[in-house]
């Protein structure tokens, strides 16, 4: 017997078993259907927002330059040696204080005092080689004298021309001795001057008082100088003053100026920041990888000696302070409402001087459109000048969920 359609649909003739999975499939599809509801309008519903504010304010602004850098001695001295030999002792270390003078190192002179001795025996046989060619010359005139007399004495008969001519070459040769003696004691004393100046060379003396930065020599060592000069001890005259050397960019070097004031840490004092004053800019421009810059040399009071060469420095260069400024924060400038960013974006104007820029005010609940023409930034802060605002209105920096 064939069954009604409508109670097929209805389910009326179907076997009990089959009707109770049926409504329980239907009970699922409803559950399903009511909580994808729920999902799809928590979220398509509309978060409430509120504009957050901040002051115009009235306050001295600060323009400054970044720029990088590391510290130096003022004034570094390399101490060297200039004569060969074995180091017999090294009487200073690292960061050991040295008076002018100090003997910081010395030379086995041993072999220097042999030199010596023998230069000095070369000086005294040549100085009485000197003496002996002097009395040979004497006799040689002496006797040229005697064959000049008698040869006036018999009106040139006796002696004859060629012993006249003998007696006047024995005075020549005489003295051609006499200046060759003279210029070999010469040659002697100057040796010995050299090798005496080598002896006091041999111990190394401080030139300057300072402090010792670094010691390359050790004890039974042995130095060559020949061509350049051997560097046992590098030095810095003084501490309690430094230089940092920054690089600057080419952007920012005309805003920097000698005298300016410097604000800087180190990553050994992360939380102190440190003082100087710029006392040279170099005109010599330096190229690392196509960044051009220029170097900054500024002058540190490190009488307490917490600096040290060599660390690195991050440097805040004062260019300008402006007191009495309408000041208002960046984040103003960069905001704009929903209503009127449009379907592209924008590139916001770099904050120069003259720009003409727009900041939303809050009045009364609703963003106003204020126009800005700007002064100067310190990057938080810009100075602006403008016929509405004024001290404490309210300018929009952002939007967030109002709770």
């Known amino acids: 017997m064939n069954s009604d359609p409508i109670r097929q649909t209805l389910g009326l003739d179907t076997p009990p078993e089959r009707t109770r999975k049926k409504r329980i499939a239907w009970i699922a599809a409803a559950a399903v259907l009511t909580v994808g509801s729920g999902i799809w309008y928590q979220n398509t519903k509309v978060t409430p927002l509120e504009y957050m504010t901040e002051p115009v304010t009235i306050k001295t602004l600060t ?3 970044s720029a990088t850098g590391n510290l130096e001695p003022t004034n570094t001295v390399e101490v060297g040696i200039e004569v060969s030999g074995t180091i017999e002792a090294v009487n200073v270390d690292y960061n050991d204080r040295v008076k002018k003078g100090e003997v910081m190192a010395r030379l086995d002179t041993t072999k220097l005092l042999a030199q010596a001795v023998g230069s000095k025996a070369s000086l005294e046989r040549f100085r009485a080689n000197i003496a002996e060619a002097e009395a040979a010359y004497r006799n040689a005139r002496t006797e040229l004298d005697r064959v000049m007399k008698m040869a006036a004495a018999t009106r040139g008969n006796y002696p004859s021309a060629q012993e006249i001519d003998d007696a006047r070459t024995a005075v020549e040769k005489a003295h051609a001795q006499v200046a060759a003696a003279k210029a070999q004691a010469e040659q002697a004393r100057a040796q010995l001057q050299t090798d005496e100046e080598n002896i006091r060379k041999a111990t190394v003396v401080s030139p300057v008082e300072g402090i010792v930065l670094e010691r390359k020599v050790e004890p039974g060592q042995t130095v060559v100088a020949s061509m350049q000069t051997p560097v046992l001890f590098t030095m810095a005259e003084d501490l309690s003053v430094m230089k940092a050397i920054v690089s600057v960019d080419e952007a920012d070097i005309g805003e920097v100026k000698e005298n300016q004031k410097v604000e800087f840490t180190v990553d050994a004092y992360p939380n102190r920041i440190f003082e100087g004053i710029i006392t040279q800019l170099r005109l010599n421009s330096q190229i690392v990888n ?13 009488k307490k000696l917490l600096l040290r060469p060599g660390m690195t420095v991050s440097a805040r260069i004062v260019t300008g302070t402006y007191p009495a400024q309408l000041t208002i924060p960046n984040a103003a400038l ?22 003409l820029r727009y900041v939303w005010t809050l009045r009364d609940g609703n963003p106003l459109k204020t126009a800005v023409k700007i002064i100067r930034t310190d990057g938080s802060s810009t100075a602006v000048t403008s016929t509405s605002l004024k001290k404490g209105d309210a300018v929009i920096v952002g939007t967030r969920e109002k709770h």
């Not at 905001?335 to 001087?353: H, M, R």
Request: proline letters at 5%; a positive charge; charged letters at 30%.
């Open 290 to 302: 196509g960044v051009v810059t220029y170097d900054a040399v500024v002058k540190i009071d490190n």
């Open 63 to 65: 323009t400054s330059v």
């Open 334 to 355: 960069r905001f704009t409402p929903d209503s009127e960013k449009g379907d592209g974006v924008k590139k916001a104007k770099p904050l120069s001087s003259g720009n």
